[in-house]
Structures are given as structure tokens and as C-alpha cells.
């Protein structure tokens, strides 16, 4: 069963960065696809950005699209690191490591994860 563990969330002023992490264990694949989503009081869960099981392949929602990145860890290729600039208040919201399992493409669907992580929260406020 694969574990997704998230850290790196916080408060930060509008204009701000945050980096967040997403660490999958205990899966039987070497390597896993990982995608962020995000999800905000009263709103559906939503894609924010992916990063491929197979070579650097990532994928963006249009809301975030020059302000966040997505990477490896060099040192573990089953962490990701989100960094996030340029933050705003409609970036505040619990933000949810996926996985599909078994990897394979990213999907921007919520439906089509197979593993979750607790979430950490994120708050872009003055």
C-alpha cells in the first residue's frame, strides 16, 4: 500500500512562496507518478500540477502556470517538490498529494487516484 506524506504547508502573505513536499513509500513500483490537488472550503477537489512516472514530464492547471513548479528529489525519486511564487488568496486551500497505482499518466481527475496523502494546509493572507 502506498504512503503519501505532504509537509511544507503554512500562512504566507500575499506575493509569497511556500514549497511543499510529497514523499510516496511502501508501494511495489519503483517510481510513481505524483499530482498535487487542492481543495478550498466549499469547493470541489482540483488539479494543480503532476509530475510523470516516466522521464520530466509535468502537468499544469492554467490557474498556476508560471507561478508553480513541480521536480524530483535528486536524492529519492519518489519525493516531489512543489514550489509555489507569486501567491495569492485563491491559492489558500488544503493541498492533497495523489498517486495512481499502478503509475502511469497524469490525471487531472480526482476520481482517478488511487492513493492519497492527509494533506497540508496552505493560507495566503495578509
Known amino acids: 500500500q502506498v504512503q503519501l506524506v505532504e509537509s511544507g504547508g503554512g500562512l504566507v502573505q500575499p506575493g509569497g512562496s511556500l514549497r511543499l513536499s510529497c514523499t510516496a513509500s511502501g508501494g511495489t513500483y519503483a517510481r510513481y507518478n505524483l499530482a498535487w490537488f487542492r481543495q478550498a472550503p466549499g469547493r470541489e477537489r482540483e488539479f494543480v500540477i503532476g509530475h510523470g512516472w516516466s522521464g520530466d514530464i509535468s502537468t499544469y492547471a492554467d490557474s498556476v502556470k508560471g507561478r508553480f513548479t513541480i521536480s524530483r528529489d535528486k536524492a529519492n525519486v519518489n519525493k516531489v517538490n512543489l514550489q509555489m511564487n507569486r501567491l495569492t488568496p485563491a491559492d489558500t486551500a488544503i493541498y492533497y498529494c495523489?498517486?495512481?497505482?499502478?503509475?502511469?499518466?497524469?490525471?487531472?481527475?480526482?476520481?482517478?487516484?488511487?492513493?492519497w496523502g492527509r494533506g497540508t494546509q496552505v493560507t495566503v493572507s495578509a
Open positions: 495523489a498517486a495512481r497505482d499502478p503509475p502511469r499518466y497524469t490525471s487531472k481527475s480526482a476520481d482517478e487516484q488511487d492513493h
